[in-house]
């Protein structure tokens, strides 16, 4: 039994360190990043003077890939989002999903806005902005252009004045055409159109009018000004991204990496790349026969800038011939069904791995489908969480029904063992002989009791991921004053859950559901005996306490996860234990916490 509670103690001391670094690490670290950004938010909003142009050959970390434009290069003040809309001419995009507008010059993709996403939960807040034009402090566009050689003069890029051919605005059922001739009489012809959600297909024609050969290279590239304003924590990536080539291999790069060093992928055909975000993402699927090299980069000339980019193969059209490329452009929110679809409907090899499903995607991903199954019936996704719990108890009920039988015959063990300590005394080596062949003779496993909660770890992370990463779980509601289950509890124990007028500091922000929590967790401790070593004991007495600070900054719907978790374990180990004619200790244990010790004799 001693053992077994060891093992129980070092599998909970050892999520009690990544709890606690979460919570006395990245909580504080992420409100301070907050509080910054909310300064410069109101230090932005009075700058009204212009911004430079861009700069083709502004440098980057590492070594720049020819001539493919790169960064921006903004010597004065970002003007406001309104005041750069306003500088240029626009074709309007308007869709269930997005709205926005396409900047003719160099047919940018810097204005868009998410209609189905607000900032806060409730429905009156502004709507997300993905999109800003590049003089802004928060610039983030997608651009697609072609690097010129001698042959064809200028060619479309990042200060192309093009042209409306057809359509006046973008919307699901009306594609718009741009076009642009240059000096030599090469015309592009790109013809934008766009689905219900957030894929954009551009369809390029490149027509040569003259009596020579032309070539060119065509590139695309994501770029933008600022990384995110709240710091990525480590259950979730946010930077570049990429599954590029053959291999099929995720490229994954943070934003501090690049700061270092340049990534450059190596030559390949298929894949896609961008830069992605916990509930959003923008990339570019290149044309996927062409072969192409991929780089993630960062720039510091004039306005400090993250680009992800591709350089093509060099293209030769012949005198009196037309050749055609066709990007994607994925620019919205990361929708689990939505990105499986895209990945399905236009072959972009594993294109769901935009999502962060985690080392255990084998597990995660499997859960969120019986989660959004179970929300797709019942329409609360608290109510899938304690749907799915049930049915994760029941996959685990084999090797729960073997921990508390291996509890409850080490608990009937006991007298045996008291027997084995008194004869062998101070002798370990024979003591742990004659316990093992007591374990052989009553067929009893000490450890057996281990590899239920071993095997549940990786459940529990993967629910994490789930909670944390998709954004179903964005701004969903359960019931009462849980609206947002990816967000914590809003109440507080300190201020008598909202009754006494004042806030209380984030790390007392202790709400009912972690209290919830704690009580099922002290009660589960409870189902079992007192541990005679007083260490082991103030360990379990104390961890239900020490859990309900550290799970009250966590995702609401984890803290319920685990209090209907808990609910549910102390219901099946009293079953279980009943069955195999061992002692349930709860009521002797929470009646021993209210008898006094009697008086020692003078």
């Given at each position: 039994?001693?053992?077994n509670?060891?093992?129980?103690?070092?599998?909970?001391?050892?999520?009690?360190?990544?709890?606690?670094?979460?919570?006395?690490?990245?909580n504080?670290?992420?409100?301070?990043?907050?509080?910054?950004?909310?300064?410069?938010?109101?230090?932005?909003?009075?700058?009204?003077q212009?911004?430079?142009?861009?700069?083709?050959?502004?440098?980057?970390?590492?070594?720049?890939?020819?001539?493919?434009p790169?960064?921006?290069?903004?010597t004065q003040?970002?003007?406001?989002?309104?005041?750069?809309?306003?500088?240029?001419?626009?074709?309007?995009?308007?869709?269930?999903?997005l709205?926005?507008?396409?900047?003719?010059n160099?047919?940018?993709?810097?204005?868009?806005k998410?209609r189905?996403?607000?900032?806060t939960?409730?429905?009156?807040?502004?709507?997300?902005?993905?999109?800003?034009?590049?003089?802004?402090?928060?610039?983030?566009?997608?651009?697609?252009?072609?690097?010129?050689?001698?042959?064809?003069g200028?060619?479309p890029?990042?200060?192309?004045?093009?042209?409306?051919?057809?359509?006046?605005?973008?919307?699901?059922q009306?594609?718009?055409?741009?076009?642009?001739?240059n000096?030599?009489?090469?015309?592009?012809?790109?013809?934008?159109?766009?689905?219900?959600?957030?894929?954009?297909?551009?369809?390029?024609?490149?027509?040569?009018?003259?009596?020579?050969a032309?070539?060119?290279?065509?590139?695309?590239?994501?770029?933008?000004?600022?990384?995110?304003?709240?710091?990525?924590v480590?259950?979730?990536?946010?930077?570049?991204?990429?599954?590029?080539?053959?291999?099929?291999?995720?490229?994954?790069?943070?934003?501090?990496?690049?700061?270092?060093?340049?990534?450059?992928?190596?030559?390949?055909?298929?894949?896609?790349?961008?830069?992605?975000?916990?509930?959003?993402?923008a990339?570019?699927?290149?044309?996927?026969?062409?072969?192409?090299?991929?780089?993630?980069?960062?720039?510091?000339?004039?306005?400090?800038?993250?680009?992800?980019?591709?350089?093509?193969?060099?293209?030769?059209i012949?005198?009196?011939?037309?050749?055609?490329?066709k990007?994607?452009?994925?620019?919205g929110?990361?929708?689990?069904?939505?990105?499986?679809?895209?990945?399905?409907?236009?072959?972009?090899?594993?294109?769901?791995?935009l999502?962060?499903?985690?080392?255990?995607y084998?597990?995660t991903?499997?859960?969120?489908?019986?989660?959004d199954?179970?929300?797709?019936?019942?329409?609360?996704?608290?109510?899938?969480?304690?749907?799915?719990?049930?049915?994760?108890?029941?996959?685990?009920?084999p090797?729960?029904?073997?921990?508390?039988?291996?509890?409850?015959?080490?608990?009937?063990?006991?007298?045996?063992?008291?027997?084995?300590?008194?004869?062998?005394?101070?002798?370990?080596?024979?003591?742990?002989q004659?316990?093992?062949?007591l374990?052989?003779?009553?067929?009893?496993?000490?450890?057996?009791?281990?590899?239920?909660?071993?095997?549940?770890?990786?459940?529990?992370?993967?629910?994490?991921?789930?909670?944390?990463?998709?954004?179903?779980?964005?701004?969903?509601?359960?019931f009462g004053?849980?609206?947002?289950?990816?967000?914590?509890?809003?109440?507080?124990?300190?201020?008598?859950?909202?009754?006494?007028?004042?806030?209380?500091p984030?790390?007392l922000?202790?709400?009912?559901?972690?209290?919830?929590?704690?009580?099922?967790?002290?009660?589960?401790?409870?189902?079992?005996?007192?541990?005679?070593?007083?260490?082991?004991?103030m360990?379990?007495?104390?961890?239900p306490?020490?859990?309900?600070?550290?799970?009250?900054?966590?995702?609401?719907?984890?803290?319920?996860?685990?209090?209907?978790?808990?609910?549910?374990?102390?219901?099946?180990?009293?079953i279980?234990?009943?069955?195999?004619?061992?002692?349930?200790e709860?009521?002797?244990?929470?009646?021993?916490?209210?008898?006094?010790?009697?008086?020692?004799?003078?």
């Amino acid at each position: 039994m001693e053992n077994n509670r060891n093992y129980f103690i070092a599998i909970a001391l050892s999520v009690l360190i990544v709890l606690a670094w979460q919570f006395l690490y990245m909580n504080p670290r992420m409100e301070a990043q907050q509080r910054a950004e909310e300064a410069r938010q109101a230090l932005q909003g009075d700058a009204s003077q212009t911004a430079s142009p861009e700069s083709p050959g502004a440098q980057g970390t590492g070594k720049s890939s020819g001539n493919l434009p790169g960064g921006t290069a903004a010597t004065q003040a970002p003007v406001t989002r309104d005041q750069a809309l306003a500088r240029s001419q626009r074709v309007q995009i308007e869709t269930p999903a997005l709205i926005g507008s396409i900047n003719l010059n160099g047919a940018r993709f810097d204005d868009l806005k998410l209609r189905e996403y607000h900032e806060t939960v409730d429905d009156k807040s502004p709507i997300i902005t993905l999109f800003s034009p590049s003089e802004t402090a928060d610039g983030y566009f997608t651009e697609l252009g072609y690097i010129p050689n001698a042959s064809i003069g200028a060619a479309p890029s990042i200060n192309t004045q093009w042209t409306v051919a057809s359509g006046d605005k973008l919307t699901q059922q009306t594609p718009v055409t741009l076009s642009y001739t240059n000096e030599k009489g090469v015309t592009f012809t790109r013809t934008i159109s766009i689905d219900d959600h957030y894929m954009l297909t551009v369809a390029d024609r490149i027509e040569n009018k003259t009596g020579a050969a032309v070539t060119l290279t065509p590139y695309g590239r994501v770029i933008r000004n600022t990384k995110p304003a709240t710091p990525a924590v480590w259950v979730i990536h946010e930077g570049f991204i990429g599954v590029m080539g053959e291999s099929g291999s995720l490229s994954e790069n943070t934003y501090a990496n690049i700061e270092k060093e340049q990534y450059t992928h190596e030559k390949a055909t298929t894949g896609w790349f961008g830069i992605t975000d916990k509930y959003w993402a923008a990339s570019i699927v290149p044309p996927q026969t062409l072969p192409y090299v991929a780089r993630f980069s960062h720039f510091t000339t004039g306005q400090a800038s993250y680009q992800a980019d591709y350089k093509g193969d060099d293209l030769t059209i012949q005198p009196g011939q037309s050749t055609e490329l066709k990007n994607l452009v994925f620019a919205g929110a990361k929708e689990v069904p939505l990105i499986s679809r895209y990945e399905t409907d236009f072959a972009i090899p594993q294109f769901n791995r935009l999502i962060d499903w985690g080392w255990f995607y084998f597990i995660t991903k499997p859960m969120f489908q019986l989660m959004d199954f179970f929300f797709r019936h019942v329409g609360n996704f608290g109510v899938a969480i304690l749907l799915t719990t049930v049915v994760i108890k029941a996959l685990f009920f084999p090797l729960a029904s073997k921990q508390y039988a291996s509890m409850a015959n080490m608990k009937r063990m006991q007298p045996k063992m008291e027997e084995l300590k008194a004869k062998h005394g101070d002798d370990r080596m024979a003591l742990q002989q004659a316990m093992m062949a007591l374990y052989k003779e009553e067929k009893i496993n000490p450890i057996a009791g281990c590899w239920p909660i071993l095997l549940q770890i990786p459940v529990f992370f993967a629910l994490y991921k789930v909670i944390y990463v998709t954004i179903e779980m964005r701004h969903a509601p359960f019931f009462g004053w849980i609206q947002d289950l990816s967000a914590p509890d809003p109440t507080s124990l300190f201020n008598l859950f909202g009754l006494l007028p004042y806030d209380v500091p984030h790390f007392l922000m202790i709400g009912v559901w972690p209290l919830i929590m704690g009580v099922t967790m002290f009660v589960q401790m409870k189902m079992n005996p007192t541990p005679p070593d007083p260490t082991q004991a103030m360990i379990f007495t104390w961890m239900p306490v020490v859990f309900t600070f550290m799970l009250s900054s966590f995702p609401a719907g984890l803290v319920i996860y685990w209090a209907w978790n808990n609910t549910l374990s102390v219901t099946q180990q009293a079953i279980i234990m009943k069955r195999h004619g061992a002692k349930v200790e709860l009521f002797d244990n929470l009646k021993g916490l209210f008898k006094r010790k009697p008086a020692e004799s003078k």
